[in-house]
Antibody
């Protein structure tokens, strides 16, 4: 059973960087069947895909966030990470890490989710 | 970017009744559509993928249909645990993956 757990600071100031880590258990992050992704949800709003990465490939980002986002994989720790810089109050959200199925080398639906972590951006 | 829309925004249903939720894509996504259920304070949970295939452990009262641009999630005989928000997501056009704004199913 694949399990994911986000970790990171609880509060970030405007203009700073949100740094989150997702620890994967129940499977290796070096898994040909999964991409690894980040999704966020502002309070009371919908879901926004941030970006995804395959363990041996280049990350892919939402064009709306691309200039501020970096996603990377640490295979030795079975983790993947998100950095979002120059944050504003509009980046306040619950941030989820998720695994999405890789089928025929393509990313598909998200079938495993972390519990999410709220990141408020406030001075 | 493919824009996903959902209707209605809120659906009020009595326990035991049927709920029909709609999702529309701005262009064809073939059958590359998923449905998720989200309860307050919880992460989304995959219900349906491939427009009509139930994920592991999902009860048979949940069914999905459609292809192209029009999709439907049907919940027959609503149970108390089914009152939640439901999102659709397309994965035909990658990067960006896009979600619908959600339909809240609440108790009538």
């Amino acid at each position: 059973q694949l399990q994911l757990q986000e970790s990171g600071p609880g509060l970030v100031k405007p203009s700073e960087t949100v740094s989150l880590t997702c620890t994967v258990s129940g499977a290796s992050i070096v898994n040909i069947n999964y991409y690894w992704g980040w999704i966020r949800q502002p309070p009371g709003k919908g879901l926004e895909w941030i970006g995804s990465i395959y363990y041996s490939g280049s990350p892919h980002y939402n064009p709306s966030l691309k200039s501020r986002v970096t996603i990377s994989v640490d295979t030795s720790e079975n983790q993947f990470s998100l950095n979002l810089n120059s944050v504003t109050a509009a980046d306040t959200a619950v941030y989820y890490c998720a695994g999405h199925r890789r089928i025929a080398a393509a990313p598909y639906y998200f079938d495993s989710w972390g519990q999410g972590t709220l990141v408020p951006v406030s001075s | 970017e493919i824009v996903m829309t959902q209707s209605p925004a809120t659906l009020s249903v009595s326990p035991g009744e049927r709920a029909i939720l709609s999702c529309r894509a701005s262009q064809s996504v073939r059958s590359n559509l998923a449905w998720y259920q989200q309860k307050p304070g919880q992460a989304p949970r995959l219900l349906i993928y491939g427009a009509s295939s139930r994920a592991t452990g999902v009860p048979a009262r949940f069914s999905g249909s459609g292809s192209g641009t029009e999709f439907t999630l049907t919940i027959t005989s609503l149970q108390s645990e089914d009152f939640a928000v439901y999102f659709c997501q397309q994965y035909d056009d990658w990067f960006p993956f896009t979600f619908g704004p959600g339909t809240k199913v609440d108790i009538k």
